[in-house]
């Protein structure tokens, strides 16, 4: 015979109705994963039998179709799916920069936003800056300079580079810019902060500055 709960614990009742609770609470978001990737998925895109979201990505200036969960990452699309692995996924927390990429002319971390919501856009990869022969200038400053130790944060560091010297051209300021109404100068300090979201292990640093100094210089 079940009686009430005694201060001494819970009874056997008690106990059964609460492991019942939680197995309904477990069952009901697995019931609804499909309609959930659904919802994820951008409004008008075609989702197929499988559940899986049909994009088409303008990657390095091709388009590239793709069908894929509507909860995979950029990151993951290109390096996965399109094995385009110069991008690298170092933290997937947006905070070492080793996947930066460029989208629309315009650095992200690629860790950070899903696939399905670039259907259109135009990514550029390191894979997309050029390749020898023909390689991009910061790539050739970086190879100059020796902006490199083991070169696992380098296509993020040469993406965010080339993002970064866009930025300071349109005249977008950063935390530290002094006069927010003028146009800001590539100063140590500006340098540094720009580029504080690409981390570099090895410590590279002093020649990732002048590889990036060096193309400054030579658009300027």
């Known amino acids: ?7 001494s614990g819970p009874t056997r009742r008690s106990l059964l109705i609460g492991g019942a609770a939680g197995v309904a609470a477990v069952s009901l978001p697995i019931a609804g994963q499909a ?9 008008g895109a075609p ?14 200036g091709q388009p590239r ?14 390096r996965e799916h399109l094995r385009l692995t110069g991008s690298k996924k170092g933290c997937d927390h947006g905070q070492c920069g080793a996947c930066t990429v460029l989208v629309n002319g315009r650095r992200i971390n690629s860790c950070l936003t899903l696939a399905v919501m670039h259907e259109g856009d135009a990514v550029t990869t390191i894979e997309g800056l050029g390749v020898p022969p023909t390689l991009h200038a910061m790539q050739a400053a970086f190879v100059k300079h020796d902006g490199f130790q083991c070169g696992y ?7 965010s580079a080339v993002g970064m010297l866009a930025e300071l051209r349109g005249g ?18 500006e340098l540094r902060e720009r580029m504080s979201g690409n981390i570099c292990r090895c410590a590279a640093y002093p020649n990732i ?11 300027a």
Do not use: F, K, W, Y
């Open 35 to 43: 309609a959930d990737d659904a919802a994820t998925a951008p409004v």
């Open 172 to 189: 977008m300021p950063s935390h530290v810019t002094a006069d927010l109404a003028g146009r800001p100068s590539l100063s140590d300090e």
């Open 47 to 60: 989702v197929d039998a499988a559940g899986l979201t049909r994009i088409t990505l303008q990657v390095n």
């Open 153 to 159: 944060c380098t296509p993020g560091q040469i993406c």
């Open 1 to 7: 015979m079940d009686v009430a709960d005694t201060p």
């Open 209 to 219: 500055v002048a590889a990036i100094r060096d193309v400054a210089g030579a658009a």
């Open 65 to 78: 179709p793709l069908a894929i969960d509507a909860r995979v990452s950029l990151l993951d699309a290109l």
